[in-house]
């Protein structure tokens, strides 16, 4: 399972974080990726097209591929075979599907795991196929790449979706069922979000569809500079959303998803938890409450909260302790320092603490030992 952490997921980046760039990007000092190279959300690609380029230079990036210096991410876009590897999950899946609108004469009606993305919304594992939309029965299918070889990380494979039947009638009106995402200037074209929402979320693990919904809610988007902001749902919005759902079974799916979902989770991390106590037996938490010594001073506003209070819970991602790149911006001498004072000081109060981490949350047997240790209840 590729998971998608706290810090892969802060880093979407603008489609374009310049149109155009010239130096080698390979590391033998070929030129194949000199001129015509654009960066997709950070990675390096080359345009390879019959109308501009000479047969002999689509030859010779063909040629890279097979010696394993480059990597054929779809027909006519190639990225160098370092970056790729060396990219994050989200940034390879999000340059795939440019690279599909690039690679096309019409760019396809993203949809599905493709269309949440693109609606910047995260989730804790990494899409593994990028969806479409299509009106003919004919063109319905899944495809996988030709793998490369040489990669670690193997291309996306594509699956194309007929357009829902009940969602035929709502075309037929003329409103709208997709929306254009302008990330500088560059055209994609994603199913609209209430929609995406809807057929993906009873599809999804239920890790990711919590996750999903959380951040709807909170309103917690890995935003791009060119996307405006959007407002958070509320839970009305989540329920009548299962209007759009496409058959009873999905909508009795996505229901149960709701039932999880909150406003109050700030993280991805804080998101799959939920699931994990769901899925272990423990009790439901209360979640970011605040903790306040005798004179009412602050000590601590905690993730998750069990037994009156008496049991505190937090979820540490790597995000906390990364230096000058954590949230605080101190280093990681100074953020254990200080998380060691505040424990502490929790701990003075008669609070039990438990702390686990990503790993932890991979390891679920691993997290039910811990939260039984520290005595948190389980369901009846």
């Not at 989730?123 to 029965?137: D, G, I």
């Not at 996306?156 to 709502?170: D, I």
């Not at 039910?368 to 948190?376: I, T």
Request: proline residues 6%; charged residues 30%.
């Amino acid at each position: 399972m590729t998971v998608l952490s706290d810090v892969d997921a802060s880093r979407t980046g603008t489609l374009l974080d310049h149109p155009r760039g010239r130096g080698s990007i390979l590391d033998n000092g070929s030129d194949e990726f000199d001129d015509s190279t654009m960066l997709l959300w950070g990675m390096p690609v080359r345009l390879a097209r019959a109308d501009i380029d000479s047969a002999a230079r689509i030859r010779q990036l063909s040629r890279e591929v097979s010696r394993g210096r480059a990597v054929r991410v779809r027909p006519g876009v190639f990225a160098p075979q370092p970056g790729w590897d060396e990219a994050r999950p989200r940034q390879r899946f999000l340059t795939t599907v440019a690279a599909m609108a690039f690679a096309r004469p019409v760019s396809p009606v993203f949809c599905r795991q493709a269309a949440l993305v693109l609606h910047d919304l995260p989730m804790v594992n990494v899409p593994q196929t990028v969806a479409t939309r299509t009106l003919s029965q004919g063109s319905a299918r899944k495809r996988r790449p030709v793998p490369a070889e040489e990669s670690t990380f193997r291309v996306f494979s594509e699956a194309c979706h007929l357009w829902p039947s009940a969602w035929r009638e709502l075309r037929k009106t003329g409103d709208p069922v997709v929306e254009s995402l302008l990330p500088d200037g560059t055209v994609l074209t994603a199913e609209a979000l209430v929609c995406a929402v809807a057929d993906t979320v009873p599809l999804l693990p239920l890790s990711d569809a919590v996750a999903v919904l959380d951040a709807l809610m909170s309103g917690r988007r890995n935003r791009s500079e060119s996307r405006r902001a959007e407002e958070p749902w509320s839970m009305e919005d989540l329920v009548a959303a299962a209007s759009w759902c496409t058959s009873a079974g999905a909508r009795q799916r996505y229901l149960a998803c709701v039932a999880l979902a909150s406003e109050r989770s700030e993280s991805v991390a804080e998101s799959w938890s939920k699931v994990r106590f769901h899925e272990l037996g423990f009790e439901a938490p209360g979640q970011q409450e605040v903790l306040r010594d005798a004179q009412g001073e602050e000590i601590a506003r905690g993730d998750f909260w069990w037994d009156g209070g008496s049991i505190l819970g937090e979820c540490d991602g790597l995000k906390k302790y990364s230096g000058p790149d954590s949230y605080s911006g101190e280093s990681t001498v100074d953020v254990l320092r200080k998380e060691r004072e505040r424990e502490d000081r929790i701990r003075a109060e008669g609070i039990i603490m438990v702390r686990w981490d990503w790993s932890d949350l991979k390891h679920p047997r691993r997290l039910a030992w811990k939260l039984d240790r520290a005595g948190v209840p389980r369901r009846g």
